[in-house]
């Protein structure tokens, strides 16, 4: 089966309300069985002229596990706290199955 990825690109605006939603996150992924590969630290652009941004990626059992989690109750008002202290695009992809 394969695994569920979300690939969030994350510019904080707000760095104290931002706070909450760091420490608040963690826990809704866990509760979907998901885990962090990236968060944070300084991304080195290897090629193109994108804007260097937060960059995270999380994985979960598949990739229904991972829209449960972003369209649960529990990440619902956690979502929120970024809506109002960041600009993000977030990507849900599938990975090569095992």
Not at 12 to 22: F, L
Not at 24 to 36: C, E, I, K, M, S
Request: charged share 25%.
């Amino acid at each position: 089966m394969p695994k569920g990825y979300i690939l969030a690109e994350v510019e904080v605006t707000d760095p104290a309300a931002y706070e909450p939603y760091r420490n608040q996150v963690p826990a809704t992924v866990a509760a979907y069985g998901g885990r962090y590969l990236v968060r944070g630290g300084e991304p080195l652009r290897l090629e193109g002229d994108h804007p260097s941004r937060r960059f995270v990626i999380l994985e979960f059992d598949s990739p229904e596990r991972a829209r449960e989690w972003y369209e649960s109750e529990h990440y619902n008002p956690v979502r929120e706290i970024r809506f109002r202290s960041a600009t993000s695009n977030l990507f849900l992809l599938t990975g090569a199955g095992n």
